[in-house]
């Protein structure tokens, strides 16, 4: 398999990390969707990462659908998520709201980098969805004390949440600090002192358009 776009990325790490806890081999072509979308663009018309080609030459992107299928691939005793139940969706709760404040992120960050002049309005909302997603969040994880959101096993919700926060963090430098969220905080140091998160990371860079 191949897994395109840096471990920058939210979605990407996600993806990594995931794939190594699964014991899958991988290799991995850390391209950047401005600084070589023609190489990204054959796999994958929407030049967007993380895009994962299997062995069988299929590309999938989108990182949810992407550990969809590497679940299915381990089976369900395996996986990172509950198969069924109040679990199940209180995971996807969760990631829905990693998602969006990783998503809200990204527009904050090209708000900011690529416009002359940002939009006022336009930042100040993706602020209030990115700070809302965070208090959820800090609740949750607050309430439960078993080392991982749902027990003693690391699963997908745990991965994302920490790959979020350290996105939010080094893209966009003091907007949003854990002071005020210190459970993530404590999370997110619990996951970034494993190996396989130290592993599969790279500082954060902006590539814009032109650049390599």
């Known amino acids: 398999m191949l897994l395109i776009g840096q471990y920058d990325s939210p979605f990407v790490r996600r993806v990594g990390i995931a794939l190594r806890l699964y014991g899958m081999a991988f290799d991995h072509a850390p391209w ?15 030049i967007r990462v993380p895009t994962l080609v299997f062995d069988d030459g299929v590309a999938l992107m989108d990182s949810a659908a992407i550990l969809d299928v590497l679940d299915e691939m381990v089976g369900a005793d395996r996986a990172m998520i509950a198969r069924q139940g109040p679990d199940r969706r209180e995971a996807l709760r969760l990631m829905a709201l990693a ?6 992120g990204v527009s904050l960050l090209y708000e900011r980098a ?8 336009w930042v100040e909302r993706c602020r209030t969805q990115v700070t809302g997603a965070l208090q ?3 609740a949750a994880r607050a309430a439960r004390a078993t080392p991982w959101l749902f027990g003693e ?32 905080a404590a999370h ?21 358009p032109g650049e390599a």
């Open 114 to 121: 690529l416009r002359t002049e940002a939009l006022d309005l």
């Open 99 to 104: 998602a969006g404040a990783a998503d809200k």
């Open 136 to 138: 959820a969040l800090e």
């Open 188 to 208: 997110a140091a619990r996951c970034e002192a494993l190996p396989v998160f130290q592993e599969i990371a790279q500082p954060y860079r902006l590539v814009k």
């Open 153 to 184: 096993t690391l699963g997908h919700a745990d991965v994302l949440l920490t790959t979020m926060l350290r996105f939010v963090r080094e893209a966009l430098p003091g907007v949003f600090e854990l002071d005020g969220w210190p459970a993530l």
């Open 32 to 46: 950047s969707t401005f600084g070589d979308a023609e190489r990204i663009a054959a796999y994958n018309p929407l």
